[in-house]
Each structure stands twice: as C-alpha cells, then as structure tokens.
C-alpha cells in the first residue's frame, strides 16, 4: 500500500538504507527511506504536501519478530509531489539503548535482517466542499514496507557504532535446566548479585561453589584422572599467575575443535561464541596483569 491522497498515489517507497551513530548510552539508527513521487496534477487539484509521521519499527529475522519502537522523521522533512514524476528521500532517526542493541544481534543471531516499517504521513491541502468554508483537509495514509538491510551494510553499522569496539554480549542467567544443576544455578545468581555489591571476592567464590556443584553432578563429563590430580595436588602451591596460565590452556583445550576438519558447524551454538568470546576477552584484559614475567617470577619463588 502506498501513499494517497483519495484513490490516487503519490508517492511509494522504494528502499531504505542504514547508517549508525552514537550517542550517550546507546545507538542512533539513521534510516533514510526513498520515495517515487507520481505526478500530482495541482492545476486541478491544488497544491499538496504530506508530512511524514513517526513510524513504528520492527526487525524481523529467520525466526521471530523483535519490536524497536518508533523511528522519528527529520522535523523538517517534507514530501511535496511535483507536476512530474521524481523522487525523493525521508530521514528517520531510531533511538536504540545498548540493551536493545544487544537484544537486536542476539535475535539476529549473525543471520540476515529486515526493517518492517509503518510509514505514516498526513497530506495536507487547501480543500472546500459543498457547504463548508475552504480549510486545511488532513487525512492519514498509511503505507507498510518491509527494507531488507544487507549483511554488510548491518555490519558497518555495528561498527560504526562502537559494536564492534566494546563487545557487549547477553549472557543470560541459567534460571532452568535438569536438577543436578540447580545448586550452580542458585550460585551464580549469588554471585551475580554479590558483584552488583562491590564484594567481587565473594563473586569469584560462588562461581567456584558453582563449578563445584557441576563437578559433583558429574555434569558435562570428567577431566582426564591426570589432569585432575595434578590440578588438586597443587591447588594450594599454584600463584595467580600458574592458575592463569592453566585457565588459559583450559580454554585453549575446550576451543581446539575449531582446528580439526570433520567438526561440522552444527557443533557450535551462539552459547559456545559468547563464551568463547567472553572469555578470550577477559583473558585479554587479565594478561598484563599476569603476564609472562610474573609467571616467571612466581615460578622462581615457589621453587
């Protein structure tokens, strides 16, 4: 459905395009919407202007539908039909906070995207009927157009905007699941809420009352009798720096199927990417605070 002004278009939208920018707390999505004008025949009909709404948006992707709230036009956008047929162009600036955009690229789920918009605008012009005064007549019209975005415009914006600069991912809470998990469950619930408190002991605690309780579960299978041994004979004896070292070749060891062929993509999920990530990450940040001269050091001093 297209933009009329009684039974006739006026203009009909053709495509969108996608930029991004900043702003405190979250992302600005600057979608610009082309229009064909049809010629308006003002001689007879007088002159005419529509003025474009707020439009309700909504991404749609392979498996569901996620509402984002109204994109707002330029407050000086304004569509008037000429005597021929042209073109023209609408900007729409959407507001997302960070939390939305994180939300976005879960439901996205590194698939393609979609802006399904409720293009509104009120045409206005100087009309007289049988009977009345001549006035301003404004009746809506309402056009909904879906824009496919592609993938590699979507992700220039996502770096654009500083996606791709701080990664921010969603790791939700594990709040279900078989029985033999419940006591991690509750722990990492703790230990979240001991973070949000300032006692980041207690957090790092309650995520290791929480492995703990897998390992106890013997949930997700054993470590090789070798590893364990040595790693619970000289749990006490090990520095920061050894304990980093080892986490960092546990990770190491949990993402080396990546490295052998005939591990089919359907081994990884979205789960596996945030943790990889998450933890790649913090390793990261952690490295120059456990690098390799206190590793050495560490060693020196515990021989």
């Not at 569901?64 to 000429?82: D, K, Q, R």
């Not at 654009?160 to 998990?181: F, H, K, N």
């Not at 993509?265 to 596996?272: A, I, K, N, Q, V």
Request: net charge neutral; with cysteine; proline share 6%.
């Amino acid at each position: 459905m297209s933009w009329q002004v009684g039974q006739r278009i006026v203009a009909d939208a053709t495509g969108a395009t996608v930029r991004g920018s900043r702003i405190a707390g979250g992302t600005q999505l600057h979608i610009d919407v082309a229009f064909r004008l049809v010629e308006w025949p003002w001689k007879e009909n007088g002159l005419i202007s529509l003025v474009p709404q707020p439009s309700e948006v909504a991404a749609r992707f392979a498996r569901g539908e996620l509402n984002l709230g109204f994109a707002l036009p330029n407050p000086t956008s304004l569509v008037s039909p000429p005597s021929h047929s042209s073109t023209a162009s609408v900007h729409f600036t959407l507001a997302l906070s960070t939390q939305a955009l994180v939300a976005l690229e879960t439901a996205r789920d590194g698939g393609s995207i979609a802006f399904f918009m409720t293009l509104v605008a009120h045409p206005v012009r100087l009309a007289q009927h049988e009977g009345y005064a001549p006035g301003i007549e404004v009746v809506p019209t309402v056009e909904q157009r879906a824009f496919e975005v592609p993938k590699e415009q979507w992700l220039a914006v996502l770096k654009s905007v500083g996606y791709c600069d701080s990664i921010l991912t969603e790791a939700r809470l594990p709040t279900s699941g078989p029985e033999s998990t419940s006591v991690g469950r509750q722990r990492v619930v703790n230990a979240v809420n001991a973070r949000n408190d300032g006692r980041y002991r207690n957090t790092v605690q309650e995520c290791r009352i929480a492995l703990d309780a897998l390992k106890t579960a013997r949930f997700g299978g054993r470590a090789p009798d070798e590893v364990a041994q040595f790693l619970q004979k000289n749990a006490r004896n090990l520095s920061q720096a050894e304990r980093f070292s080892a986490l960092q070749v546990a990770m190491q060891l949990f993402l080396s199927p990546v490295h052998h062929d005939g591990v089919p993509d359907e081994e990884f999920s979205r789960e596996d990417a945030d943790l990889a990530i998450a933890m790649t990450a913090a390793l990261l940040r952690l490295a120059p605070r456990w690098g390799a001269q206190d590793t050495e050091r560490d060693t020196r001093e515990s021989s």
